[in-house]
Antibody
Framework: QVQLVQSGAEVKKPGASVKVSCKAS????????MHWVRQAPGQGLEWMGW????????NYAQKFQGRVTMTRDTSISTAYMELSRLRSDDTAVYYC????????????????WGQGTLVTVSS | DIQMTQSPSSLSASVGDRVTITCQAS??????LNWYQQKPGKAPKLLIY???NLETGVPSRFSGSGSGTDFTFTISSLQPEDIATYYC?????????FGGGTKVEIK
């Protein structure tokens, strides 16, 4: 069965960076784009971007350009999202979510999600 | 960015009631709209894709309709396990954007 297992909660100081991992199992990791979505406490969902695990190509939401880096390690079927220059309003649960399409380009709906990783930014 | 306006932001209904949620896009998004259900402390779950297609395994009491700028999500007969927050999401134009959510409670 498809599973996305994320790394544990993090507490960071303003200005620091955080790197969240998402280990995939139960399917061909390189066959599906991976998205990252975040949710601030009590708030809605915010899309951050995607990575193509096959090529390593990325597409970031403009809001996060320059601060976010999405990478992958195909040898261990794991995607990563690193966010730098953290601010207090980056406090959120960060989710990885698999794109539903296996056709080589994303179709932007998400059929499997990780359990979420809470990142708290506080001095 | 395309703004997605959901209404109502919350509702309370009885078991067995028909529940309707609307989502309005700030511009024409054709049928590039999905609906998700999120239960407290859990990740969202895809229910409807392309405005009206039921995801595999999702009960048939859930449905979606609409195109262009106006969309509707319906639960035909509310069940206790449907207590959750529901989100619409457009993917016509990046960045993908979500509605603000509708919290559904049992009366």
């Amino acid at each position: 069965q498809v599973q996305l297992v994320q790394s544990g909660a993090e507490v960071k100081k303003p200005g620091a960076s955080v790197k969240v991992s998402c280990k995939a199992s139960g399917y061909t990791f390189t066959g599906y784009y991976m998205h990252w979505v975040r949710q601030a406490p009590g708030q809605g969902l915010e899309w951050m971007g995607w990575i193509n695990p096959n090529s390593g190509g990325t597409n970031y939401a403009q809001k996060f350009q320059g601060r976010v880096t999405m990478t992958r390690d195909t040898s261990i079927s794991t995607a990563y999202m690193e966010l730098s220059r953290l601010r207090s309003d980056d406090t959120a649960v960060y989710y990885c979510a698999r794109d539903s399409s296996s056709w080589g380009s994303p179709i932007y709906y998400f059929d499997y999600w990780g359990q979420g990783t809470l990142v708290t930014v506080s001095s | 960015d395309i703004q997605m306006t959901q209404s109502p932001s919350s509702l309370s209904a009885s078991v067995g009631d028909r529940v309707t949620i609307t989502c309005q896009a700030s511009q024409d998004i054709s049928n590039y709209l999905n609906w998700y259900q999120q239960k407290p402390g859990k990740a969202p779950k895809l229910l409807i894709y392309d405005a009206s297609n039921l995801e595999t395994g999702v009960p048939s009491r859930f449905s979606g309709s609409g195109s262009g700028t106006d969309f509707t999500f319906t639960i035909s007969s509310l069940q206790p396990e449907d207590i959750a927050t529901y989100y619409c999401q457009q993917y016509d134009n990046p960045p993908l954007t979500f509605g603000g959510g509708t919290k559904v409670e049992i009366k």
